[in-house]
């Protein structure tokens, strides 16, 4: 998170906040030569030998505002974490505390003092004191760049913080990332802060910047990156709230979030497709940012508590005793201010591209085909003896982390996803678009298919959709949706002939990505969304509003007719119109045959059946969205883990 403080006045401000579209708006440009979704080569894909999860982040404290308790969790059962911020974080330089509101400003003191916050906040993650010494050192890069590398181990368990720091303004006084993802020939330079092993200014172009993450993907080998939001929400809002909040005009993130964002996607393609070995075993969470403001705080007490208290030791104030002359940490966050600040940013963590991770069919003998990504590709994993095998590559890429998917009438798979077509910058246009595949028989794919982007050629509200969900109808025909960029549904039809229909907006509007779609017991496809003020639902004709539902704060699941989610900071569970529910946690559930899959507040995965809560004997840790399916045998759960493989439970095994 950003602490560029909006202290620019008139002309100077207004001038100042158009900068901000970065990478959310780019010069007008023919649209771009698209290739063609990599083919499924039905190889086997790479598996990982062990854990390691990578943020890339803005700046500093993005990952402890937006990317926990995701983090926590992975990082709190042992995964190595490497965090690689791209700014200096200095901002105007002045490290405003309680008692002093206008200090003199000093951008190589403020941005160390982040740098010795961050400290401070992981050593205490790790079990340690709070002033504990790292291991700070210098890195250079086969590139020739050289890189602030922290370090500290503790019992197993080890945390890099690799900063880069770029400047956030160019000397004309624009915002340093998002100019440098959208100029051509810009050159950035770095900031050195007070303290760095690294006392040179380095230079930065579009491309030096995106090797340069290539080669830290390449070094660390993360087998889960998590990055900032690359397509932010159309967010309508006047100028001066978006000045006020340091918002993009009419997107809800700041515009460094969005461009190291789409630094970060760019590099993770270069990565994937240029891997000699073929793609890379890794799996991607993107983040909302700022968006967390405008939507429904989703993090209860026993959640947010920790989240929050880990910026305490990074905010630290000016009287604590770090030993460090540039400050000890980012004191314009200090104490409760995470909690009380209005925007309330730590209280919530919303994905960019929610919903399970694997898309799980079962035959008719209860085995499982789970289809995924690894490596922005598509991958198959089958069910043997009660393990998924290793994962056959299905090409398709660079796709979002969610598949949606259909069982067509005759038992063969439909898979669908959305694809990062372009994301190039430098005044390129961008494209988004979803993507089909059809299984023509056991182990044997077609060619992926372009079912184009809701939002037609215009390639800004483009990359602003959603990650498709299907559903098949009793009559044979499968019914895709995808949230648009005005926050409705737009929906394709694929008829028993396997022709699609053109795109049609279903309207309605104000919703999260993170679409539900059921065929009922009257055998009519009806479709869910969580909005800001209810749950909005759809059928393949229309809106057809609901009234008196409360408010929820993730996606809704449907089973039997019952809806189920969680209120806003809270724990519990809702489903309206029916008896309460004893399933505390946080985030979305699955539900499914009476049974009821979600996460506790501990993040751990757990079922209820029949009133009682049972959990894997040995707990995986999950990455957001496990699946459920349930068939005569009973309910199977899965999903990935940090180590980008994946895990399957039958509660047969389960504990209480």
Partial sequence: MSRRAVVLGGAAALAAAGSLTACSRTAPAPPPHLTAPSPASGLPA??????????????????????????????????????VYVTAGEADGRNKSAGDRQPAPNKAAYS??????????????????????????????????????????????????VHLDLAMHTPAGH????????????????????????????????????????ELFERYRPTLVHTLDPDPDLQASDRATQIRDSEQPGYSDHADHTAVACFAWAALIRWAQGAKSGPPAVAVTAFRGYYNHHWPKNLPPQVLAPKAAHLVPYGAAPDWSCGDPAGCGDYNVGGDRPLTNRKGWVRATHHRYPGPRLTLFPDSAGALTAYGVLGLRAVRYEEKEGEFNAPVDLGGGPLAPVLGGAALPDGRHLVLGLRLSAIEGLGATDAREIVALEQRGPGR????????????????????????????????????????????????????????????????????DGLTAVVADDGQVHVYAAGRDTVHHWTPDGPTPLTGLPVPADAVAV????????????????????????????????????????????????????????????DPVTLDGPSLTVDRRGPTAAGLSPDARPWLWRPRQARA
Wanted: charged share 20%; aromatic share 8%; net charge positive.
């Fill in 175 to 214: 915002m340093g990332a998002p100019a440098l993802w959208r100029e051509p020939g810009l050159l950035l330079r770095t900031l050195v802060p007070d303290g760095s092993p690294l006392r040179t200014v380095q230079t930065y172009d579009h491309d030096s910047l995106i090797s340069v993450l290539v």
């Fill in 112 to 161: 160390a003092a982040r740098h010795q916050g961050l400290r401070q906040s992981y050593a205490t993650q790790l079990g340690l004191p709070v002033f504990t010494r790292w291991n700070v050192s210098a890195l250079r890069l086969r590139s020739g760049f050289q890189v602030e590398v922290n370090s500290l181990e503790h019992r197993g368990r080890r945390v890099e913080l």
């Fill in 559 to 618: 089973d039997g007719g019952r809806l189920y989610y969680r209120p806003p900071a809270s724990a519990r569970l809702l489903s309206p119109g029916g008896p309460a529910v004893d399933f505390p946690g946080y985030g979305p559930v699955a539900a499914a045959g009476g049974y009821l899959l979600g996460l506790g507040t501990d993040g751990r995965v757990q079922l209820l059946e029949n009133g009682r809560i049972t959990r894997p004997a040995t």
């Fill in 445 to 512: 794919y077609g060619s992926w298919t372009s079912l184009g982007n809701p939002e037609g050629a215009d390639a800004d509200r483009g990359r602003r959709i959603g990650v498709p969900v299907a559903v098949t109808a009793p009559d044979g025909r499968v019914h895709l949706f995808v949230r648009n960029a005005a926050q409705g549904v737009s929906t394709r039809v694929r008829d028993t002939s396997g022709t699609w229909s053109p795109w049609r907006d279903l309207g309605g509007g104000q919703v999260q």
């Fill in 46 to 83: 790479a598996q990982a030998d062990r854990a390691l999860l990578l943020q890339v982040l803005a700046h500093p404290d993005d990952d402890l505002y937006f990317m926990n308790p995701d983090a926590q969790h992975a990082f709190g059962s042992g995964t190595p974490l490497v965090c």
